[in-house]
């Protein structure tokens, strides 16, 4: 069966800080993979998805970045946090396809202080 | 452009009553559509899915959502509330324009089921 994993759940991190939130997929192969922020426990911002190694789209231009230097793991990164950056993020996989779901990880709890 | 509403920030209902949660949609298109529920601090679960075929589909935990193409709506529905319903609950479509690559989701709407 396939899984997702997330880590980690929660990160404190000053701002100016670096951050790397990696997301890695097991039992699939050549996922569609997805990095979303939810901010106040409502609605989901996409902010990158790749449809293979190396491939990255950006949704919304800001100070993050994503890289999938495998397969099945994708790592979201900052150079400097802001104090903006704050929120939940989500890894997400899906099987290539447009009627596929979306599997997502338990989340990570970013505060930036 | 392809979006999805969810009309109520929240929804009360009592346990054992019948529960909806309402969404509509537009898509230029074929919609394809999903309900997914988010517990505290947890990633987003699928429930379930409209593709094609019957307008009534049924998925986890005993829901079924209604597609209703003259409404372009998709509502959520199950016969009798639990307690441990009470989530966030979050409609989606397909961004088809793109290359199907993406999911957009709606605000989220708050279930809380009063025992």
């Known amino acids: 069966s396939q899984t997702i994993h997330q880590w980690p759940a929660t990160l404190v991190q000053p701002v100016g800080s670096p951050l790397s939130l990696e997301c890695t997929v097991e039992g699939t192969s050549n996922p569609n993979l997805y990095w979303y922020r939810q901010a106040a426990g409502r609605g989901l911002q996409l902010l990158f998805y790749s449809v293979g190694i190396g491939q990255i789209s950006s949704e919304v231009p800001q100070n993050l970045s994503a890289s999938r230097p495998q397969d099945r793991q994708f790592i979201l990164s900052s150079k400097k946090l802001l104090l903006s950056d704050s929120g939940f993020y989500l890894c997400?996989?899906?099987?290539?396809?447009?009627?596929?779901?979306?599997?997502f990880g338990q989340g990570t709890r970013l505060t930036v202080v | 452009a392809q979006s999805v509403a969810q009309p109520e920030d929240q929804v009360n209902v009592a346990e054992g009553n019948p529960l909806t949660v309402k969404c509509t949609y537009s898509?230029?298109?074929?919609?394809?559509l999903f309900w997914y529920v988010q517990y505290p601090n947890r990633g987003l679960q699928f429930l379930l899915k409209y593709i094609t075929g019957d307008n009534l589909v049924k998925g986890s935990y005993g829901f079924e959502a209604e597609f209703n193409k003259s409404q372009t709506s998709f509502h959520l529905k199950k016969p009798s509330a639990l307690v441990s319903d009470s989530a966030l609950y979050f409609c989606?479509?397909?961004?088809?324009?793109?290359?199907?690559?993406?999911?957009?989701f709606g605000a989220g709407t708050r279930l809380f089921v009063k025992a």
């Open positions: 989606a479509v397909r961004d088809m324009k793109t290359g199907g690559f993406k999911t957009i």
């Open positions: 898509v230029s298109g074929n919609p394809y």
């Open positions: 997400a996989w899906s099987v290539q396809g447009w009627n596929t779901e979306a599997f």
